[in-house]
């Protein structure tokens, strides 16, 4: 019954990872919001602006870039500020802590969870890209290295934001009013509805503050012409910009998330 | 042993001293009871015994382990421990035996899963979702995540807040049987009735203070304090406090020759006793 040998952290974070996505499987809500909702926003904006925004460039094709990248944010920053302020609230934060099960444990096992509704995400938005909104697939094998590292980057700073955000709402109920609407508005500022470029200059200054407006410049490198670059900000994509700003904030994340993380309510 | 060693635990929040001076001890394999009203300073102690708290001052020994390590000695320490916390509520879409059979990894000499569940008699929930149990049988879920660990201390809050009286009973037939199976526990409870029926020994704490440690028998006096006599007499009740009831009901029966009407002889419940005891210790500061 008993070998005194103590529990592997990796090993009891992939166990983790495995139960929070059955979880997540189970809560059917969830699985609607996360994976289908951006992809009925796809298809009603893809659907509503089909006009042609640069030689060879739709639109929707410039949406899609955008969602891809809203993705990362979607399945990481929002989806941990909302469940882990719940997850304090209903006390299973505080039974974890007092067992030996190490922290880190608890950490891997959320970003498996967020790793895989991430590429579920993105799946989808590609797949509904292709098939119904001209979205082309790169051939090019340095774009998908780009797009490799902005979907590993861009998920890993999302989640560590995420663990970071979800000290601020106050209750769990509560947690999804304070969350949501920071993600739209970012959403709005940095260029997923609207060409970035045609926004006012103050809504572009606020937006290159944080990674989602990066990400979704990363992603329109990957998916958009090269000749579109010239109709960026800067008159080209800033890939490394973007790898730095995105190393930053998953740096900034990692450490407020370590100094601040809160177990229970009081 | 003592598995529990307190002595001068100090910890305030502010100027307001939470925990004022404790001193406790527990030993192996009884079942120990902390009672005292809200405020009192139980769940800062109880928290500070956890490992959940730091204390300000005061020499704390748990297990032989100061519970404020950190790191690996932490998890060791957290190795030996079950915490049954008040009542939690997770959102539920685990069954029961995917949660319980998970928190056995956590430990490095857990028991069989199936073997806790049956022992918390929810065998045949086994395979439902934790949504679909009720009140009671989560609290026994509760109880199988804290012992599954086969700790050496249990600490359990406010355990069966909320039951049935027949639950109740229930529950306390199997905290019994994790005593006899050589746990050690430390409760803390609302419910006199609960203390005396599973504590062997109680503490009474108020105002960061512990007032008195006794059985719960012995508690404040109880078992030497006067007998209530009361018996119905031309029509009306009548009492007697006394310390030789023996005496005053063979008196009685004599005076009646027979049966003494509505006869009933009693001594305070322990309910009785914590309230005199908490009542004068707030009465003597206000």
């Keep these: 019954m008993s070998q005194k040998s103590r529990p592997n952290t990796l090993a009891l974070g992939y166990g983790r990872g495995k139960l929070e996505i059955r979880q997540f499987m189970r809560q059917r809500e969830s699985v609607v919001f996360t994976l289908l909702f951006p992809l009925m926003l796809m298809a009603i904006f893809g659907s509503v602006f089909k006009d042609t925004i640069a030689p060879g460039v739709t639109f929707s094709q410039y949406f899609v870039a955008g969602m891809i990248a809203s993705g990362m944010v979607n399945s990481g920053f929002q989806q941990l500020a909302i469940v882990i302020p719940m997850e304090r609230d209903f006390g299973s934060l505080k039974r974890l802590r007092g067992t030996p099960m190490p922290v880190a444990s608890y950490f891997i096992g959320k970003s498996i969870l967020v790793l895989v509704s991430m590429i579920f995400q993105v799946a989808l938005l590609l797949l509904g890209g292709v098939l119904f909104f001209g979205l082309h697939m790169p051939s090019d094998a340095n774009k998908w290295l780009t797009f490799t590292w902005l979907v590993l980057l861009g998920t890993a700073s999302s989640t560590a934001l995420g663990i970071a955000f979800s000290v601020v709402p106050k209750s769990g109920r509560g947690a999804s009013a304070v969350v949501s609407p920071v993600v739209i508005i970012l959403q709005f500022f940095s260029g997923v509805f609207f060409i970035f470029t045609q926004l006012p200059p103050w809504m572009q200054q606020v937006a290159a503050i944080f990674p989602l407006k990066w990400l979704c410049q990363g992603m329109r490198s990957v998916f958009l012409p090269d000749g579109f670059a010239s109709q960026e900000v800067a008159r080209s994509w800033e890939n490394g910009k973007t790898f730095l700003i995105l190393v930053a904030w998953l740096v900034a994340g990692l450490i407020i998330s370590i100094r601040t993380f809160k177990w229970s309510r009081d | ?277 908490v009542g004068l210790t707030n009465g003597a500061e206000s």
């Design chain 2, 1 to 277: 042993m003592s598995i529990i060693e307190v002595r001068n635990l100090r910890k305030s929040y502010g100027t307001n001293f939470a925990v004022d001076g404790v001193d406790l001890t527990i030993e192996a394999g009884e079942i120990f009871a902390l009672l005292g009203p809200n405020g009192a300073g139980k769940t800062t102690t109880v928290e500070i015994l956890e490992g959940f708290r730091n204390r300000d001052s005061g020499d704390v020994s748990v297990l032989g382990i100061d519970p404020q390590v950190r790191g690996d000695s932490a998890r060791d320490f957290r190795d030996r421990i079950g915490i049954v916390l008040q009542a939690t509520s997770d959102a539920g879409d685990l069954k029961v035996s995917e949660t319980v059979g998970y928190f056995s990894h956590y430990y490095a000499g857990a028991k069989d899963p199936d073997e806790v569940i049956d022992a918390v008699g929810l065998g045949e929930k086994k395979n439902e979702l934790i949504r679909s149990l009720s009140g009671g049988q989560r609290r026994r879920l509760d109880v199988a995540l804290g012992i599954i660990g086969n700790p050496e201390l249990l600490f359990l809050d406010e355990p069966t807040t909320g039951f049935d009286p027949e639950a109740r009973r229930a529950f306390w037939g199997l905290i019994r049987s994790l005593r006899d199976a050589g746990t050690t526990i430390l409760l803390t409870t609302h419910y006199l009735d609960e203390a005396e029926a599973l504590a062997d020994r109680v503490a009474v704490i108020n105002k960061g203070k512990i007032i008195e440690v006794s059985t719960p028998t012995a508690l404040g006096g109880r078992a030497t304090s006067q007998a209530r006599v009361i018996w119905e007499e031309d029509g009306v009740m009548r009492e007697e406090l006394t310390n030789e009831p023996t005496s005053v009901v063979s008196r009685l029966a004599r005076e009646f020759d027979g049966e003494i009407p509505k006869l009933l002889v009693s001594r305070p419940t322990l309910e009785d006793i914590y309230l005199e005891m």
